[in-house]
């Protein structure tokens, strides 16, 4: 199939380790976020979203952190599985828009 | 689960060729996106429709790139004459609100331009 980011950021960790994902977006006037995970040959698929009124907000397995002082976001995957590894996509949106951008993707490895 | 369908999956196409991809949304959803995405990038808007109205094509090249979606359903994007510089993976999502959790992809057409 084909591969989704040849030359982006890799992360590569062991099975069961965190993982931590980092982002930074580019508009202040964001107010919503969304990680996605994109697997080889296949669309973005949606993992978890905060808005910008929280800073933190956790799914199964997976937290999102946000530091709208330094436009920054984060993703941490706990017990990191083989199945995580994957192409990682922060997006930003502006309420009213409709339009999300994406940062640019991380590639995560995870090694049994 | 309900998903967005996109077909063909893959398109190799000559250069100065016409491609068409098409798209059809989760049943329900007002709101489609075409996106492009180039190997090693994330996706970037194309073009978006509420209904059957563009709300934004301000990233769609214009001269060779045309959107429609008629009914207000399903969507056809197409390129003439292609490019080798539009070899990339062309995404379809809908929205019913416009926002993440809500904002499903399809599994894209990737179109190889020789």
């Known amino acids: 199939g084909e591969s989704v980011g040849l030359h982006l950021p890799t992360l590569s960790v062991q099975e069961g380790d965190n993982s931590i994902i980092n982002c930074a977006y580019s508009?202040?006037?964001?107010?919503?976020f969304i990680w996605y995970k994109q697997e080889s040959g296949k669309g973005p698929q949606f993992i978890i979203d905060?808005?910008?009124?929280?800073d933190k907000r956790q799914g199964q397995r997976v937290t999102v952190l946000l530091n709208k002082t330094v436009k920054h976001l984060s993703l941490q995957i706990a017990a990191t599985q083989p199945g995580d590894s994957a192409v990682y996509f922060c997006a930003e949106l502006r309420t009213g828009f409709q339009k999300l951008v994406f940062g640019t993707g991380t590639r995560l490895l995870v090694s049994p | 689960e309900a998903e967005v369908a996109q077909s063909p999956r893959y398109k190799i196409t000559e250069k100065s060729q016409a491609v068409a991809f098409w798209c059809d949304p989760i049943s329900g959803h007002a709101t489609l996106y075409w996106y492009r995405q180039i190997l090693g990038q994330g996706p970037e808007l194309l073009v978006q429709f509420q209904d059957e109205s563009v709300v934004d094509d301000s990233q769609l090249p214009k001269d060779r790139f045309s959107a429609e979606r008629l009914k207000g359903v399903d969507s056809t994007l197409k390129i003439q004459p292609a490019e080798l510089g539009d070899s990339a993976m062309y995404l379809c999502?809908?929205?019913?609100?416009?926002?993440?959790?809500?904002?499903?992809f399809g599994s894209g057409t990737r179109l190889t331009v020789v």
């Open positions: 999502a809908s929205s019913s609100r416009g926002l993440g959790g809500g904002y499903t």
């Open positions: 508009n202040s006037a964001s107010d919503y």
């Open positions: 905060i808005r910008s009124n929280m």
